[in-house]
């Protein structure tokens, strides 16, 4: 049952949360809210002390606050990483819903799949042959779950979503709705006619614990060996991840971005939104790169650097470089002014030349 | 039933659209087409005087012509807009094909479910608890909607969508398949030791009347509040639209084409396709954004503005800086030019100056 | 039943792909790897001598080789071209795993659908009025396909697809999971009140033999009229193309391009990813669009061209643009450079002036 119902104790939260009460700690909570919507019954939270205008004006019953930032008169939660504590609060009062141990009549479950007493199984899902669902995992409506196919112990899979024979889920991944895992990689093959044969697309997909995918993205299978995604990393909606790429741990990849065949991300990477990435890449540990920028095949990407642009170079350089484009006006008119005052100066100097003669 | 078997006279279409006859009123139209492909019994339009030899060459039965431009011995509707009277016409001759009122008993419909009578829901649909689903609205095959979901009058949710629990649509709201409405947000916080954890995702998801969204398109549910997609908006297909993005009414998106958190475009806007927008930015009231372009986040675009290019710039700087950019090797040669030409200049002054001497 | 478990003969796979055996013809063959991974009963293939060492300590159990490049003691397939005999082995060895001829307990097929009797049609499957399903087909769990469509033989429909109303696939097409094909196309009229009335999309989609098309891609139909995709084409996941677009025969386009209404592609052209092009383009044959290049409306590549950039420019000369983009600080200092020198030329030569008059 949802904590939202009875409430806790700001004095539990702040318990849970690892931040100590300032203020009334009996006061009790329903939900989280921003700073502006918030009313009775909500906690908020203050990142900054630039919104304390905000913070002295919220309806919020309780307010989350940096170490030393209380505000005299309020139930307040004073933490290091208010944000992250607001977060841990929100697990505690919002919890994801879950679905009852259960599997749905409607849903197709072949003989030789292992669907655990405690795991849930939609109307009209299919698991398919010799598939594992290991404990409390949830498999939502219409869910088609291939062969061979391992999802680990309480993982979320949304609606619509589909996975391919073969691919292995470690525990807790969440992937939402129109997901696809496992669909064939993107390699062909011309012949001497003309046509496009298939290059085997026979590898599977290894996804680590704590991973969440968004909805309608898209891992492809490896053709050979394996397509990863490594531990604890997020992936946005509609990103394309192609055949035999390897993303570590850690890895945040926002909405649209696009990694070609054979790409490897290493832990910690940020990636923005609507980037490319050729293929046979390498993008070192902890580096980002900045929405929409394009990577080419084969490019690396150092350890650490912030890259912008396409293709991509340093944030500095590209800063620089768009400076200098956003001028390329005035470049143009002084060039001309110079080319009048040389030929000027030509005119002149030829005519002394011509009196020193 | 369809009116194209039976077909509508000129005389009615003309009523129909506002339009006045010139010719015979009395031929019978079945269909709309092109000039080009259209054959006896279809309609076709002129919008521009220019094709008037395309128009000369058609078949179709009917021709609809801008205001006092008719075809003599032609059928033809005069209408202020062509182009839109058209589009009036077909929804006549081509009324969107309507579901009888029905639910199919292979449908899970839980029983705190509240679907009106005049509604349909196609096989192997879902729908939640106290999900509320309108009259005449027509569910498709496989469609999953959640719990405490409000589905308006006369909606059509196309085969294999998705619908988060608590997502409110308006009246006559299309979906096309595959589109993921509600998913959560992609928010994290980082605690110290480097895992990323879930910042909450507990607000929902609001569209208008008259919304149409495309194919595979994901709009996130909020944060904490609210994501809004305004009255009368069309979104094209693969869109992504962020978490508390708000969304005015009449807007039109093009396909793929991204908005990150707490972004708002303004009623009237007209986005590209492929355009990507960072977080908390703003386009206001009718302005252009061009297909492919960025918005920086927490960038403003003003109203009426036309913006190109990454990051934007009006498409007049757009426009003059490209014609620059395309002119480098030029200016290019034309600084290596100056830089002999200054060279030589110094050298003869240089040699003046020591006769002056 | 799948040849991996029995194993094939290195001197029949040798027949298969037209080579010719050096070394042991009777080894037995039951998967393919690459060379890295491979282990006993493997085949592996060298594209390339550079990576001959690697060859030279592969586990494999046989090579395929360039003509003429047997490595001794290793049983070998030489073959003019070595990938596509691998590609065409490991169609041997892993053929696609074909269901039995089966229609699910749980899918709905109307009355007047033709389901042939060999093909397959999966759980929760919906085939729609007067659709025709041929020979052989593979219709996976929860696709659905409307009315009046057509689905050739051999054709595998992956789960959770949509095919609307009236839509044609040729022989052999395979469609990923979470495709659309037949939405309806992105058009509006906007009448006098600002409010967007939809331009009629009654045409519909044609699909050649041989076709693939990635997971969650999306093909609208034409407004009126056709869309067309040509044979052996294929086409990677999250792709949009929209209304009456025609592709030609043999193209290939990466994951995430876009292609407006009414654009051409024709044969054998090869597009990259996040590509996005402009409505009424035409791509003439054999033509190559760089990835993440921009096609503005209207646009023509000539046959053969290979194209990058935004907006698109012949490879050479994009490439020499960003070279000198890049030196545009350089540039800058260099005219910096020639304004001094300028201002002190024009120094003297006054002083020389003042001096001469």
Redesign the interface.
């Known amino acids: 049952m949802s904590r939202e119902a009875e409430g806790v104790k700001v004095s539990e939260l702040a318990r849970v949360v690892g931040g100590h009460v300032a203020g009334d700690g009996e006061v009790v909570i329903r ?4 700073l502006e ?1 918030a009313t009775e019954g909500a906690v908020a939270f203050v990142e900054d002390t630039k919104v304390i205008s905000l913070a002295l004006k919220s309806k919020a019953s309780c307010l989350i606050v940096p170490e030393g930032e209380a505000i005299a008169g309020k139930s307040c939660i004073e933490a290091r ?1 208010p ?2 504590a ?3 609060v ?2 505690v009062l ?1 919890p994801p ?1 879950r679905k009852e141990s259960f599997v ?1 009549l ?1 849903a ?1 479950v072949r003989e030789s799949a292992n669907v655990h007493a405690s795991a849930f199984v ?3 899902a ?1 698991i398919g042959l010799r598939s594992e669902i290991k404990a409390e995992a949830q498999i ?3 869910v ?1 779950i291939g062969d061979d196919v391992s999802i680990g112990r309480r993982c979320v899979i ?3 979503v ?1 996975i ?2 073969g691919v292995r889920l470690g525990e807790r991944v ?1 992937l ?3 997901v ?1 895992i496992g ?2 990689g ?1 390699g ?4 001497v006619t ?7 697309q ?1 590898g599977t997909v290894e996804i680590g614990d ?1 991973v ?1 995918i ?3 993205t ?1 891992i ?1 299978r490896a053709a ?2 394996l397509t990863r995604i490594g531990r ?1 990393t ?1 992936i ?3 990103v ?1 991840i ?1 055949h035999n790429v390897l993303i570590g741990e ?1 890895v ?1 990849i ?3 971005t ?1 990694i ?1 065949g054979s790409t490897v991300i290493e832990d ?1 990477c940020v990636i923005g ?2 980037v ?1 990435m ?1 293929d046979h890449a390498r993008v070192e540990r902890g580096a980002i790169v900045g ?2 920028a ?1 990577i080419l095949p084969g490019k690396i990407v150092r350890a650490g650097q912030v890259m912008w642009g ?2 991509v ?1 340093p944030l500095d350089e590209y800063k ?3 400076a ?6 005035q ?2 008119k ?2 001309q002014e ?2 009048r ?2 030929a000027e ?2 005119a ?2 030829g005519g ?2 011509e ?2 003669s």
């Open positions: 939900r989280v809210a921003d919507s990483q944000k992250l607001f977060a841990l929100a697990e919002h819903k749905d409607t197709v939609g109307a009209h299919h939502h409506h219409n088609f949304h609606p619509n589909t391919y024979d969440i939402h709705a129109g696809v669909a064939d993107f062909y093959v011309r012949d003309g046509a496009y044969h298939k290059f085997p026979v704590d969440e968004g909805a309608n898209c492809d050979l060996g604890g997020k946005d909606n509609l394309q192609g850690c945040v926002a909405a649209q696009g070609s910690d939104g609507q490319g050729g929405s929409k394009g396409v293709p170079r620089r470089l768009n200098h484009f956003g001028r390329l006006p470049m143009h002084e060039l110079l080319r005052r040389v100066l030509t002149q100097v002394s030349n009196k020193d």
